[in-house]
């Protein structure tokens, strides 16, 4: 009983003391009996209390969505430029299965053939859902040797009552090959405008870099595949990046 007693004192201690504006170090004690202080209006659930943190609270909101938004354009901004670097990057040094553009023609007058070294090089043509064309290889595959060079052709068809806009993508399988397989003529990257049932004969020349053969990595390497998938150019459309497609 004694200890209850002074449990019961210490209650009535805070609401005399609330009664004349003054809470103290009580306020503990009677969130612990109970009494939570819900019904002082000079507490902390009290209304003007509640309406302080509504308001820290809104502010705070308002700086993280700020925050947010500002990641999320900054992010945009970044993945946007990726692309066409990647894409540039790539088309120099082969990443991803990327075939290498840009030789100059002193380099292919003066390359050397590797007569005993025979690749195959196979072709694949996709079109994404999206575009209504018909695009194929014109031949299913070729022969080459690494310092040879060598002409392709695919061919294209609108056959709808429309004009479309296509724009193409590609790759190179295995990977590794990517970096000797060298376009010196190809349409990929490059709108394609096709009128109504317009059919048109798309070049890739190419050739096999000789270092090929001294690569040991390439030793079991007979087979190369050159693939290409066309999509309807849209505006703001973002094609998948070369190699990973």
């Known amino acids: 009983m004694g200890l209850c007693a002074r449990g019961w004192a ?3 201690l805070p609401v005399a003391r609330a009664e004349r504006g003054g809470w103290g170090p009580w306020r503990a004690g009677l969130r612990l009996h109970g009494n939570g202080g819900a019904a002082y209006p000079g507490g902390s659930t009290g209304p003007r209390w509640r309406r302080q943190r509504e308001e820290e609270w809104s502010r705070r909101n308002k700086t993280v969505l700020t925050y947010l938004a500002a990641g999320v354009v900054g992010m ?5 430029a990726a692309v066409p670097l990647y894409r540039l990057y790539c088309q120099a ?14 380099q292919i007058e003066t ?18 859902a999206s575009l209504q064309w018909n695009f194929r290889p014109q031949q299913t595959e070729v022969y080459v040797v690494p310092g040879e060079t060598a002409l392709a052709f695919y061919k294209a068809k609108n056959p709808t009552d429309k004009p479309i ?13 990517g970096q000797y397989f060298n376009k010196i003529q190809c349409f990929c990257f490059e709108e394609q ?5 317009e059919e048109v004969d798309m070049p890739v020349f190419f050739f096999i870099d000789p ?6 990595r390439m030793a079991n390497v007979d087979l190369i ?14 094609l998948p990046l070369p190699g990973y497609n």
């Open 76 to 80: 945009a901004g970044l993945s946007y």
């Open 211 to 216: 270092e090929f053969a001294e690569d040991p």
């Open 165 to 177: 806009i296509g724009i193409s993508t590609y790759n190179v399988v295995p990977f590794e090959a």
């Open 111 to 128: 390359m050397e053939p590797v007569k005993d070294r025979i690749i195959k090089v196979t072709f694949n043509a996709d079109v994404h």
């Open 93 to 106: 040094t082969g990443l991803g299965g990327t075939a290498v553009a840009g030789h100059g023609s002193d």
């Open 193 to 197: 405008r096709l009128n109504p049932h």
């Open 225 to 238: 595949t050159l693939s290409y998938t066309f999509f309807e150019a849209k505006e703001g459309q973002k």
């Open 10 to 12: 210490r209650v009535g």
